[in-house]
């Protein structure tokens, strides 16, 4: 089992989170709530409204987000559904766990404030403008910035008209 830092659209209550726990692919488990150590820009971009970490330490806040325990299939779904290694790319972060929410089969159970690795997806590739823009230490697909998530489901929709329409 792997850990991974999910601080976006995967998190609880975000609107992706329920992939998390979609049997078909693979299997995770909540287990603690967590910060980074350093800190990091956590943007919102695109015309979809996209949060993106920035691979560049010390700039921006420390970002909030959970650590999951995911089995191999989960981490090959993870990896495809974040764009693997064109958009975004996943290395190892250090975090602070704020609080423990693991079952513990097998697993150290770590009080808060203690210090732990997981791999996040964040990325080295982007636009030039990206690093001035807002930064956020926590997202919520749903927060008072008013930038709308556009789903998955609704860009490949809004694709498919435009084709028909051609």
């Given at each position: 089992?792997?850990?991974?830092?999910?601080?976006g659209?995967?998190?609880?209550?975000?609107?992706?989170?329920?992939?998390?726990?979609d049997?078909?692919n693979?299997?995770?488990e909540?287990?603690?709530?967590?910060?980074t150590?350093q800190?990091?820009?956590l943007i919102i971009t695109?015309?979809h409204?996209?949060p993106?970490l920035?691979n560049?330490?010390?700039?921006?806040?420390?970002?909030?987000g959970?650590?999951y325990?995911?089995d191999?299939k989960?981490?090959?779904f993870?990896?495809?559904?974040e764009s693997?290694?064109q958009?975004y790319?996943r290395?190892?972060v250090?975090?602070?766990?704020?609080?423990?929410?693991?079952?513990?089969?097998g697993?150290?159970?770590?009080?808060?404030?203690?210090?732990?690795e997981a791999f996040?997806?964040?990325?080295?590739?982007?636009?030039?403008?990206w690093p001035s823009?807002?930064?956020?230490g926590?997202y919520?697909?749903?927060?008072?910035?008013?930038?709308?998530?556009?789903?998955?489901?609704?860009?490949?929709?809004c694709?498919r008209?435009?084709?028909?329409?051609d």
């Amino acid at each position: 089992m792997t850990r991974v830092f999910v601080y976006g659209t995967l998190k609880r209550g975000q609107p992706n989170n329920y992939r998390m726990f979609d049997t078909s692919n693979g299997k995770a488990e909540l287990i603690a709530s967590a910060s980074t150590t350093q800190k990091y820009p956590l943007i919102i971009t695109t015309q979809h409204n996209i949060p993106f970490l920035l691979n560049i330490p010390g700039q921006g806040h420390r970002v909030r987000g959970e650590i999951y325990k995911v089995d191999d299939k989960m981490l090959e779904f993870l990896d495809d559904f974040e764009s693997v290694p064109q958009m975004y790319q996943r290395t190892l972060v250090k975090l602070e766990v704020e609080e423990w929410e693991g079952k513990g089969e097998g697993e150290e159970r770590l009080a808060g404030g203690s210090m732990t690795e997981a791999f996040v997806y964040s990325t080295t590739t982007y636009q030039p403008d990206w690093p001035s823009l807002q930064s956020y230490g926590s997202y919520d697909a749903y927060g008072d910035h008013g930038l709308q998530y556009e789903t998955r489901e609704a860009r490949e929709r809004c694709s498919r008209v435009a084709e028909e329409e051609d």
